[in-house]
C-alpha cells in the first residue's frame, strides 16, 4: 500500500453539492495553517492499523455552512453560529457525517483505506500528532469554499503519514 494522496479540487466540490444538495464553489486557496486559537474543527481519518492517515479541517464558518446546508437548516443560523464559532449539536453532527463521507475521496485503489476516528469540536484539545499535521506546510490541500445561500469559509485536507 502506498501513502494517501490528495484528491483533485473537483471531487471535493462534487462530493460537496452532492452531500449538500446545492451548488458549492470550490478553490485553492492560500495556505491556511490555523494559529493557535483560530476556530476550527479537525476531522482525524486512521488507516486499518489505526494510524493516523489524513486529516480535514474547517474554519468555524465553513463547519456551520456545511452541517446546517447538509441538514437544510436556516442560513441565518447557521451564519450565527459561523461567528460565533459554536456549533449546535445537530449541525456538528452533520459535520461529522459530512467528514465521514469525505473519506471516499481518499479511499482509491493503491491507497491506504481510511476511516473517520474522530472530529474535534472548537477549542478542543488535539493529539500532538493531529496538532503537527494540522501546522505542516506541506503535503495538504488548502481550499475556500462557498455554500450556495449560506456563505464563505475554509476546508483543508491534509496527508499526515
Keep these: 500500500m502506498g501513502l494517501s494522496t490528495?484528491?483533485?479540487v473537483k471531487?471535493?466540490?462534487d462530493l460537496l453539492e452532492s452531500l449538500l444538495g446545492r451548488d458549492v464553489e470550490v478553490k485553492d486557496g492560500p495556505v491556511w495553517i490555523p494559529p493557535a486559537g483560530e476556530k476550527i474543527l479537525v476531522a482525524e481519518f486512521v488507516d486499518d492499523d489505526g494510524a493516523l492517515a489524513t486529516l480535514g479541517l474547517?474554519?468555524?464558518?465553513?463547519?456551520?455552512?456545511?452541517?446546517?446546508?447538509?441538514?437544510l437548516l436556516p442560513p441565518g443560523g447557521a451564519q450565527d453560529m459561523a461567528k460565533d464559532g459554536d456549533l449546535s449539536p445537530v449541525v456538528?453532527?452533520?459535520l461529522y457525517e459530512t467528514m465521514n463521507?469525505?473519506?471516499?475521496?481518499?479511499?482509491?485503489p493503491g491507497q491506504p483505506h481510511v476511516k473517520i476516528a474522530a472530529l474535534y469540536d472548537v477549542g478542543a484539545a488535539l493529539p500532538p500528532a493531529v496538532d503537527a499535521a494540522v501546522r505542516r506546510p506541506t503535503?495538504?490541500?488548502d481550499l475556500a469554499?462557498?455554500?450556495?445561500?449560506?456563505?464563505?469559509?475554509?476546508?483543508?485536507?491534509?496527508?499526515a503519514n
Design 139 to 141: 503535503g495538504r490541500m
Design 6 to 8: 490528495l484528491p483533485p
Design 11 to 13: 471531487d471535493v466540490r
Design 145 to 159: 469554499i462557498k455554500v450556495a445561500g449560506y456563505g464563505e469559509g475554509r476546508f483543508s485536507l491534509v496527508v
Design 92 to 94: 456538528r453532527e452533520n
Design 58 to 71: 474547517v474554519d468555524s464558518s465553513a463547519g456551520a455552512y456545511i452541517g446546517a446546508a447538509m441538514g
Design 101 to 108: 463521507i469525505a473519506c471516499s475521496l481518499f479511499n482509491l
